[in-house]
């Protein structure tokens, strides 16, 4: 096995100012993000050390779960296939596609051949994993990516680059050439304009697609849920607008209970992103039923195995509890230096996840032959850990992987060491044993260490460790840690990086609908939990004006009329609604002369909906799937007003999914603020697929 290869992507990596300028960026956002969104949740440590119980209880019993999950899955109208490989997930995508009896109707419909399809992708870290889009179109099929940064990487012929952010490689100056090159829009590298331009395009594909795809963030035993976490709104897209809805799955991504899955809803967005919610959680639990009038009428899902029923029966078996968060990427020193497609397979592959948490998973699932060198890219500072929101042991496991024969069953915790290996050791626990010869030896080698610094990249160092290919060797201080000032010390205090103040994650944020900036959006994460107003209803209008949403109390008398009176200061004359909108009343809405119209049209610019519950601690509103309720009236246009009783807010997550309106809708969506993304230069940007504005009404 040779690692050259993998060298060769690192020296070009850290000599790619770009590249350099772009990571910087991401980690030091990216981190701040999450430390301020996991300082409004005091029991995180709590919350984590159980949704390690819950993934460890998941995986030890896997195919119990599985079955149970499957089992009422298929009791809901959806259909489950399992996938052994990689060839056998393409084969049943293609399959499905060619025998859906929806999709033949679409097509004689529009008197078109069935030979040639078009799919919508949303993100999807299996798909990458199985190299689905390659496959399909290699059958000719037109495959789209609609998250805006895997939208851009598959114009430029590339893989992400990130698990979270696809594109964090690129700055806006390379997406405007591209999307010059591309799409044949003007050159700009404003990041709104360029955001619009693809909402342009890929609103096309939403509507028209044959196939929707998309991932599986978590799949609920208890219920048969299939739960979706994203921001854009490409996820709500390609599971409403498309007839055919197929989501992939990996075996491992299962939850026992819906208060299993708010546990992990109420980590992995603070871990990934820095929210308190995603703005989009959807929650599907079975095709269209007969009164609605959107949803896809045909949902599969398909259930991946691809090594992983070989890494949970592995030393690496901890890696299954991975939730896909990205926070041991951004992490990582050498993350942050390399980027994601410095890792390299020795066949010049690309490992479809990089950083820590890839550097096992990769090897683990598709060969150790191939991938093991990447866990020799780890300072092993255990940063990955401490990130990790359901704290999963990286180092160990890198170091397993490094030992080789990770395949071991994981009670045979035993290693070969070689000969200069042992006697290395054991002068080590002698050395360390004793507190006077530790610190002799110390000082003796930092003496040596200090010297030999300055000359370690054109010395023997580089060629026997490749520790000069990517940085100097470190001068040690001069005064060991342990002969430094003790607490209670003038001279000591915290580190700077704990103040208060020092936590900042707030970032540019542009609104393509206002043209304006501002740094208020990024504050809802950061929101103490200090400011708990006195009711629900003081609490949920805080968090989603901290969202960037509208939140206006009014009486029922005066709600039209108010609802009137904005879509006018739009200048709008017609909107998409709900058959019934609470405390609406639809003869005055006649007389303001705006047009309440019930069927999809995708060029109307407001969509007014009602409710079935509203989240406080999160500023979310909850909506459910129903007759006279389609999902896309809050999807579709650039506005999205709401009307919301005040009774319907409830405090937590945990109460929301537990209603009855939750549990038994065909398909329920978790709102939280305007659509958004920060996939070009981790700018925010509000307004993506979904509505641009959000307007909540609050009757009270």
């Known amino acids: 096995m040779t690692a050259e290869l993998f060298r060769n992507h690192i020296r070009l990596s850290i000599a790619d100012t770009t590249l350099q300028a772009a990571l910087d960026a991401n980690a030091e956002r990216r981190g701040r993000g999450r430390a301020a969104a996991f300082a409004s949740l005091p029991d995180w440590r709590e919350r984590r050390q159980r949704a390690h119980a819950v993934r460890a209880q998941v995986i030890s019993h896997l195919d119990e779960f599985l079955a149970a999950f499957s089992a009422k899955v298929v009791e809901n109208g959806m259909t489950v296939h399992r996938a052994k490989d990689a060839a056998q997930a393409v084969q049943l995508v293609l399959q499905i596609a060619q025998a859906s009896p929806h999709l033949a109707l679409k097509r004689s419909e529009e008197s078109q051949g069935a030979a040639n399809k078009l799919f919508a992708k949303s993100k999807s870290m299996v798909s990458e994993e199985i190299e689905l889009n390659r496959a399909l179109e290699a059958r000719g099929h037109r495959v789209v990516e609609t998250d805006l940064g895997e939208y851009i990487v598959q114009l430029r012929g590339e893989k992400p680059a990130h698990i979270i952010t696809p594109a964090v490689h690129l700055q806006r100056r390379q997406v405007g050439e591209l999307f010059q090159s591309k799409l044949g829009v003007p050159y700009t590298d404003d990041i ?250 110390q000082r003796l080698g930092g003496i040596g260490a200090r010297a030999v610094s300055p000359f370690a990249k054109w010395m023997w160092l580089p060629a026997v460790t490749g520790w000069g290919y990517s940085k100097d060797f470190p001068r040690p201080a001069l005064k060991a840690f342990r002969a430094r000032p003790r607490d209670g010390d003038a001279s000591v205090g915290p580190h700077p990086d704990m103040h208060d103040d020092a936590i900042k994650p707030w970032t540019r944020i542009v609104n393509p609908h206002a043209g304006t900036a501002s740094t208020a959006l990024e504050r809802a994460a950061a929101a103490p939990e200090s400011v708990i107003a006195a009711s629900p209803v003081d609490r949920f209008v805080h968090e989603l004006e901290l969202l960037g949403g509208h939140a206006y109390r009014t009486e029922s008398a005066d709600l039209t009329q108010r609802v009137l009176g904005l879509l006018h200061e739009r200048r709008i004359d017609a909107t998409l609604a709900w058959d019934d909108v609470p405390e609406i009343n639809k003869a005055q809405f006649k007389a303001g002369g705006v047009k309440l119209v019930h069927a999809a049209d995708p060029a109307l610019r407001a969509g007014l909906t009602g409710a079935a519950l509203a989240i406080a601690e999160t500023g979310t509103l909850v909506l459910t799937s129903g007759k006279g309720r389609p999902l896309s009236t809050s999807l579709l246009p650039e506005i999205h007003v709401v009307i919301l009783r005040a009774s319907q807010i409830v405090w937590s997550l945990e109460e929301a999914l537990q209603t009855k309106e939750v549990r038994e809708a065909s398909a329920v969506v978790l709102v939280s603020g305007p659509s958004r993304t920060a996939d070009i230069e981790m700018t925010l940007t509000i307004g993506v697929h979904g509505p641009r504005e959000l307007v909540a009404y609050i009757v009270e």
């Open 192 to 441: 709104p304009t360029l955001t619009a331009a693809a909402r342009k395009v890929l609103r096309e594909v939403f509507l028209t697609a044959d196939v929707g795809i998309s991932g599986v963030n978590f799949g609920v035993a208890e219920t048969g849920t299939i739960c979706i976490v994203t921001n854009e709104g490409n996820g709500r897209m390609v599971t409403t607008v498309p007839p055919l809805h197929i989501a992939l799955m990996g075996m491992e991504r299962i939850v026992p209970t819906l208060d299993d899955l708010a546990l992990m809803l109420s980590l992995l967005p603070r871990s990934a992103t820095g929210q308190k919610l995603s703005v989009y959680t959807q929650l599907i639990h079975s095709p269209r039923r007969p009164a609605e009038t959107d949803g896809a009428s045909e949902r599969h899902l398909i259930i991946v195995d691809n090594g992983r029923s070989r890494l949970r029966d592995s030393r690496l078996q901890e890696a299954l509890y991975c939730i896909r968060c990205g926070a041991c990427l951004n992490a990582c020193p050498v993350f942050r230096e390399i980027g994601g497609h410095a890792y390299v397979g020795s066949d010049g592959s690309l490992a479809p996840y990089p950083g820590p948490i890839g550097s096992v998973v990769s090897p683990g699932l598709l060969g150790l032959p191939n991938f093991g060198q990447l866990a020799q890219a780890s300072s092993l500072c255990g940063a990955c850990q401490d990130a990790c929101p359901v704290g999963i042991d990286l180092p160990r496991l890198l170091t397993r992987v490094r030992a080789g024969d990770p395949d071991r069953a994981p009670q045979q915790e035993g290693t070969a060491l070689s000969f200069v290996s042992r006697i290395g050791l054991q002068a080590y626990g002698a050395i360390a044993s004793s507190t006077r010869l530790f610190a002799a030896a």
